[in-house]
């Protein structure tokens, strides 16, 4: 079978063999961003069309192609909700005289204004399995961080941050990046910037203080990035802290997780990193149930 | 006399008579983000070299002119202070060989991480005889909105909020501002942003709530802008609402003053609006008691 992770920037294509295992894989900067309205087709073409002649698999894709911005918008599903409500909801879209199927976001309305997620649901369906029954609390850090609560092998509901966007907008167009200059990550201005994040006085004042601590030369300019950092995840952190998990089970990219792994650690829970590639597990969970080609 | 009002992005003149009041006025886009280095003493000539030719009164001059990146630097002065305090640390730079004046900032190191102002120092000695004796709360909204701890006719303390700012930096870099299309300010909106920061979750996560309202078209994309700004704004308000003033003196620009004046009537709170020509009433208070030009 062929599965497809396809984001806002990227194009992750994996043939999978039956038992799941990769047998070839094609990565390309084709990212719905990238490509326009009609181009999706020929894309995916030049990217997996002779793994398609040979396979008589099914082709499942996940992410923001099911975006309203992507090949077909698919509808969100609401949470709670499990593999089986996703699996009776994926999305058929034509393409070579066959159908291929496109995974639905998920929407949580739980908690009076919705939150959304687009691809993050295939990677938990990656690790459900891994994480087994009873309650679990999973980060998913990123541009746009998820906390997802996680019963019984159901997506119970998530809240969404958006720490990486804010730190990138700040870093480059406000007034805070100006002091900033290029400089490796200093996990002790990481921490002060959690620190200050337990403080009285809000994210918006914590944020002036990325500035006065540059000028006063508190923090060096080459640390002032590492800072605001440790500010904004704190802040996250600080939100999620609710109690109820002891474990947070971290699932994101390799620079990314362990950032989160260790501001955990420092903000006393106990952190453990879920395999990056649960996405193409998601994607076989999903998809091994679905019809060939011929069918 | 003649003093200056001169910031980061305009330069405002005023020429007084000995009672205080504006006998001319010039304006120019000359901010210090405008002129580099060596070209403030030329600006000054060009808007004011003429009044200083009739006028044997002190030139004194406030706002970012005496930052770092401006015409010298003067040193923040620490809080508590008075106009007493400012006055015996004006700094005097060279200019037609005769000294003319800076107000130099304050500095608020009374929480730990300092906080800073420059300028809005300036209009506050303009208001300080309005407000009397006692303890009085003022705000300064803006780009960076000041909340200032008044005692006594001396500010106590001070806090900045980035608000503004980061309204900006949102609505034009980051992906909330794809949703928003131009619209009308919408009081309703705006409403519901303060009340959405009232609730759970912190402000990294409402602030991805401002992208799925307008997903689902429960705002408008006309009306986000002002979600988010009522939003942002709710933020501020909720951490300056310390319950110990019943009122807040409001002393800012014409558009953004009555803005925040309503946000605090929803929030439960008095406000005053102040006098917005502050700036000149303070530099005139300040500029009294200076020497003229040849003594």
Same mark, same amino acid.
Request: with cysteine; charged share 25%; net charge negative.
């Given at each position: 079978?062929?599965?497809i992770?396809w984001?806002?920037?990227?194009?992750r294509a994996?043939?999978?063999?039956?038992d799941g295992?990769?047998? @070839?894989?094609?990565?390309?900067?084709?990212?719905i961003?990238q490509?326009?309205?009609p181009?999706?087709a020929g894309a995916?073409?030049?990217?997996?069309?002779?793994?398609?002649? @040979?396979?008589?698999?099914?082709?499942l894709m996940?992410g923001?192609?099911?975006?309203r911005?992507?090949?077909?918008?698919a509808p969100y599903?609401e949470?709670?909700?499990g593999?089986?409500?996703?699996v009776?909801?994926?999305m058929?879209?034509?393409?070579?005289?066959?159908?291929l199927?496109i995974? *639905?976001g998920?929407v949580?309305?739980t908690?009076?204004?919705p939150?959304?997620m687009?691809?993050? =649901?295939?990677?938990?369906?990656g690790v459900?399995?891994?994480?087994?029954?009873?309650s679990?609390?999973v980060c998913? *850090?990123?541009t746009?961080?998820?906390w997802?609560?996680?019963?019984?092998? &159901?997506? /119970?509901?998530? &809240?969404?941050h958006?720490?990486?966007?804010v730190?990138?907008?700040?870093?480059?167009?406000?007034?805070?990046? &100006?002091?900033?200059?290029?400089?490796?990550?200093?996990?002790a201005a990481?921490?002060e910037?959690?620190v200050? /994040?337990? @403080?009285?006085?809000?994210?918006?004042?914590?944020?002036?203080?990325?500035?006065?601590?540059?000028l006063? =030369?508190?923090? *060096?300019?080459?640390?002032?990035a590492?800072?605001?950092?440790?500010?904004?995840?704190g802040h =996250?952190?600080?939100? @999620?802290?609710?109690?109820?998990?002891?474990v947070v089970h971290?699932?994101? /990219?390799?620079?990314? /997780?362990p950032l989160?792994a260790r501001a955990l650690?420092?903000?006393g829970?106990?952190?453990?990193?879920l395999?990056?590639?649960a996405a193409?597990?998601g994607?076989y969970r999903?998809?091994?149930?679905? *019809? &060939?080609?011929n069918?």
């Amino acid at each position: 079978m062929i599965v497809i992770d396809w984001g806002t920037s990227s194009f992750r294509a994996y043939r999978l063999a039956e038992d799941g295992s990769v047998r @070839e894989r094609r990565e390309a900067p084709l990212g719905i961003l990238q490509l326009k309205g009609p181009h999706f087709a020929g894309a995916l073409e030049s990217q997996v069309g002779h793994w398609e002649a @040979e396979d008589d698999g099914p082709v499942l894709m996940s992410g923001m192609i099911g975006s309203r911005q992507g090949w077909a918008e698919a509808p969100y599903v609401e949470c709670p909700a499990g593999a089986d409500d996703i699996v009776g909801r994926l999305m058929p879209v034509e393409w070579r005289k066959r159908k291929l199927w496109i995974v *639905p976001g998920l929407v949580d309305r739980t908690r009076g204004v919705p939150d959304v997620m687009r691809g993050e =649901e295939t990677q938990l369906f990656g690790v459900l399995e891994t994480l087994g029954q009873g309650s679990h609390l999973v980060c998913l *850090p990123g541009t746009h961080s998820k906390w997802v609560r996680v019963e019984n092998g &159901r997506i /119970a509901g998530f &809240r969404t941050h958006m720490t990486g966007e804010v730190f990138a907008v700040l870093k480059q167009h406000s007034i805070l990046g &100006r002091l900033m200059s290029i400089g490796a990550d200093d996990d002790a201005a990481f921490g002060e910037g959690m620190v200050r /994040a337990s @403080e009285a006085g809000g994210l918006l004042h914590h944020l002036f203080g990325v500035r006065t601590r540059g000028l006063f =030369e508190e923090v *060096p300019a080459t640390s002032l990035a590492s800072y605001l950092s440790g500010l904004l995840i704190g802040h =996250e952190l600080a939100q @999620e802290a609710d109690g109820t998990a002891r474990v947070v089970h971290v699932l994101g /990219a390799p620079q990314l /997780a362990p950032l989160y792994a260790r501001a955990l650690a420092r903000s006393g829970r106990e952190a453990v990193i879920l395999d990056a590639d649960a996405a193409v597990i998601g994607l076989y969970r999903l998809a091994r149930n679905l *019809p &060939r080609k011929n069918v």
